[in-house]
């Protein structure tokens, strides 16, 4: 009943662009908090970028800040994360994921840890390379 499903993975050479895209179902994304992970062979789940409901705050992993743009459009229930100057070690599995946080938080940052989310995508791949 409640879903998120990611799309727009694919294999990419190394300095090109993907934009990945999280449609929810079942419920509204308006009042949720967003984040992308990601998840390599052999590597524990990181969190990429996570942003709030309102205001929409963001939080960028050091390795990709600059490079990542995390957004949402409620109208269309979409999350949307552009990926600009992909490296390959940015190839992982990438997953969205919905999360009810409270009005008080420490910040996005502190938050942006898979703790925090209770909804979450099946993934989907992201390969860089020549």
């Known amino acids: 009943q409640v879903q998120l499903v990611e799309s727009g993975g694919g294999l990419v050479q190394p300095g090109g662009s993907l934009r990945l895209s999280c449609v929810a179902s079942g419920f509204t994304l308006d009042y949720y908090a967003i984040g992308w992970f990601r998840q390599a062979p052999g590597k524990e789940r990181e969190g990429v970028s996570c942003?709030?409901?309102?205001?929409?705050?963001?939080y960028y992993a050091d390795s990709v800040k600059g490079r990542f743009t995390i957004s949402r459009d409620n109208a269309k229930n979409t999350v949307y994360l552009q990926m600009n100057s992909l490296k390959p070690e940015d190839t992982a599995v990438y997953y969205c994921?919905?999360?009810?946080?409270?009005?008080?938080?420490?910040?996005?940052?502190?938050?942006?840890?898979?703790?925090?989310?209770?909804?979450w995508g099946q993934g989907t791949q992201v390969t860089v390379s020549s």
């Open positions: 994921a919905a999360g009810a946080w409270g009005p008080i938080i420490p910040s996005v940052q502190a938050m942006c840890t898979m703790s925090s989310f209770g909804s």
């Open positions: 942003i709030n409901s309102n205001p929409g705050s963001t």
